[in-house]
């Protein structure tokens, strides 16, 4: 990149939310560029700045009102409606409560993007409307749970969980890689 002064642009930081990474369709956290016109890269450095990233938009309108598509949903309206009702699984962070640690397991439930292969972290009726109910399309989405330890050796009971795991989901072990996360002290 060439040469710009400090006060052309600022060095920030985000959580998530804000920004992905249009390469690999990820949600990015961490250090970013903002230049002029709302233009962002992932890093630090103007010199050597990361991938250039876009700015997160929420529509709530699935789909954009134009002629074909209008065209399409009376021809196919019995299709365009059971597409409509369908709803996008959110992620959410479950965390132990006191029974939990006093049992010393805690289930976890994760969700799975078929076509993608990304998975994210959801509660239990999140889990169960993936499984069972209408209100989630199960040709996009599967599901599933692991037994988490709380207590005990934590990285071997909780890796030989997820390796047996891995043989229906492959790659979950990019999910959950704190193996000792909600250990008891």
């Given at each position: 990149?060439?040469?710009?002064?400090?006060?052309?642009?600022?060095?920030?930081?985000?959580?998530?939310?804000?920004?992905?990474?249009?390469t690999t369709g990820e949600v990015?956290?961490?250090?970013?560029?903002?230049?002029?016109?709302?233009?962002?890269?992932?890093?630090?450095?103007?010199?050597?700045?990361?991938?250039?990233?876009?700015?997160?938009?929420?529509?709530?309108?699935?789909?954009?009102?134009?002629?074909?598509?209008?065209?399409?949903?009376?021809?196919?309206?019995?299709?365009?409606?059971?597409?409509?009702?369908?709803?996008?699984p959110l992620s959410t962070k479950?965390?132990?409560?006191?029974?939990?640690?006093?049992?010393?397991?805690?289930?976890?439930?994760?969700?799975?993007?078929?076509?993608?292969?990304?998975?994210?972290?959801?509660?239990?009726?999140?889990?169960?409307?993936?499984?069972?109910?209408?209100?989630?399309?199960?040709?996009?989405?599967?599901?599933?749970?692991?037994?988490?330890?709380?207590?005990?050796?934590?990285?071997?009971?909780?890796?030989?969980?997820?390796?047996?795991l891995e043989q229906q989901y492959?790659?979950?072990?990019?999910?959950?890689?704190?193996?000792?996360?909600?250990?008891?002290?």
């Amino acid at each position: 990149m060439a040469y710009l002064p400090k006060s052309k642009y600022k060095q920030k930081y985000t959580n998530g939310g804000e920004f992905y990474n249009p390469t690999t369709g990820e949600v990015y956290i961490g250090s970013y560029l903002e230049l002029p016109n709302q233009i962002y890269y992932a890093g630090k450095s103007i010199s050597k700045p990361g991938a250039k990233l876009a700015k997160l938009t929420f529509s709530f309108d699935k789909v954009p009102d134009t002629l074909n598509n209008r065209i399409f949903k009376a021809l196919n309206s019995k299709y365009v409606d059971k597409e409509l009702k369908y709803e996008t699984p959110l992620s959410t962070k479950i965390f132990p409560t006191d029974d939990d640690y006093l049992k010393g397991t805690i289930t976890r439930y994760f969700g799975y993007r078929i076509q993608t292969g990304r998975y994210f972290e959801i509660d239990e009726k999140t889990y169960s409307d993936i499984r069972s109910s209408d209100r989630i399309d199960r040709s996009l989405y599967s599901a599933g749970k692991i037994t988490w330890a709380l207590k005990g050796d934590l990285e071997k009971i909780n890796g030989t969980n997820l390796l047996r795991l891995e043989q229906q989901y492959p790659g979950l072990r990019k999910l959950f890689t704190n193996l000792t996360e909600f250990g008891s002290l």
